[in-house]
């Protein structure tokens, strides 16, 4: 059980900074917006701002998106700064990491598995199936209104898959009933922010799976996009969500792969697997992390050297599957 008191642990505070991952999903954005609008709300006159890499205009109508700072400019130390979705590392957080480093009080609120904890205070809780749902947890229900369950519920069915993945448990289903009981319009924010995709999405989306190679006796796929196609489509990192997904649907895929190339021999990389494989683990070993049955990591090498490495990991755990 979390024992944080937000509004406590933000009592004295004249200047609030909150950020989150690179490449921020829609997790991340709903987290960070949601509790933008909470802080706002139950803090009047305290400075609250939300730095992030530029979120995907699919998320435009969450309450907050247009005070979203891309910039990252030279700021005084920010009296409490957190960090939602990510472990706070240079790495991971951009430039985000300058006012982590300096701010007087830290905070770091997760739900990834490989998170050991960062900052002042840390709640990491892999229990849980999206950090939105942990913010629900923090706050006051009596405090929740449209906008701010907008943006909670869009983070809750983007990290748990419209509420099919896994990581799905009876809370979450409760939870997302209540914030829908706010007047949600639920099924225009499913379509619109996790199904429906560009043309250009459609067409990336359609060459990886024409383009992708079954292996390990069928049971795993993979497929990826180098930076020549991606200039060709002018095609961004955000158009190329839910592609590992689609490559997870196929029958009889216990394992996807999805790389597409940030530099030359460089490969970012994302992973999807059902019940046999942990591809936290695997990311992990390879400087990444994530979620059990979803996680990314950025490797170094040609493509065929990527696969061949992780598919050594891949079949030890599917050997190990089948051994017990």
Not at 36 to 47: D, E, I, S
Not at 136 to 158: C, K, N
Not at 268 to 280: D, Q
Not at 282 to 294: C, D, E, L, N
């Amino acid at each position: 059980m979390m024992k944080l008191d937000l509004l406590e642990e933000c009592k004295d505070a004249e200047r609030i900074g909150i950020s989150g991952h690179v490449r921020p999903d829609g997790d991340c954005v709903g987290s960070c917006l949601g509790l933008w609008q909470y802080l706002v709300k139950c803090l009047p006159g305290v400075k609250v701002q939300v730095y992030l890499e530029k979120p995907a205009d699919i998320f435009r109508e969450i309450k907050g998106f247009g005070e979203i700072d891309s910039s990252y400019p030279e700021e005084e130390p920010f009296d409490v700064f957190i960090v939602l979705d990510s472990v706070a590392e240079a790495g991971r957080i951009g430039d985000a990491w300058k006012y982590f480093q300096t701010a007087k009080k830290t905070i770091n609120i997760d739900h990834h598995i490989s998170n050991p904890g960062s900052g002042h205070i840390s709640e990491v809780h892999p229990e849980v199936g999206s950090t939105s749902e942990l913010i629900y947890d923090l706050i006051d229900p009596d405090r929740l209104d449209r906008e701010l369950a907008t943006a909670l519920y869009v983070g809750m069915i983007h990290d748990t898959g419209v509420f099919q993945y896994s990581n799905t448990t009876p809370a979450t289903l409760e939870k997302g009933a209540k914030l829908i009981s706010h007047g949600v319009d639920f099924p225009r924010l499913i379509q619109e922010t996790f199904y429906q995709k560009t043309y250009v999405q459609a067409q990336i989306m359609g060459r990886t799976l024409m383009e992708s190679i079954r292996f390990l006796d069928e049971s795993c796929i993979v497929s990826a996009i180098d930076k020549k196609t991606l200039e060709f489509y002018h095609a961004e990192p955000k158009d190329l969500d839910g592609i590992v997904n689609q490559l997870r649907n196929i029958e009889g895929i216990e394992c996807a792969i999805f790389m597409y190339q940030t530099n030359v021999l460089e490969y970012k990389v994302s992973l999807r697997s059902g019940e046999k494989v942990n591809v936290a683990d695997i990311a992990a070993y390879f400087g990444g992390g994530g979620h059990a049955r979803a996680a990314g990591c950025t490797m170094s090498g040609t493509f065929h050297d990527c696969v061949n490495n992780l598919s050594l990991h891949i079949e030890k755990q599917l050997k190990r599957w089948n051994e017990t």
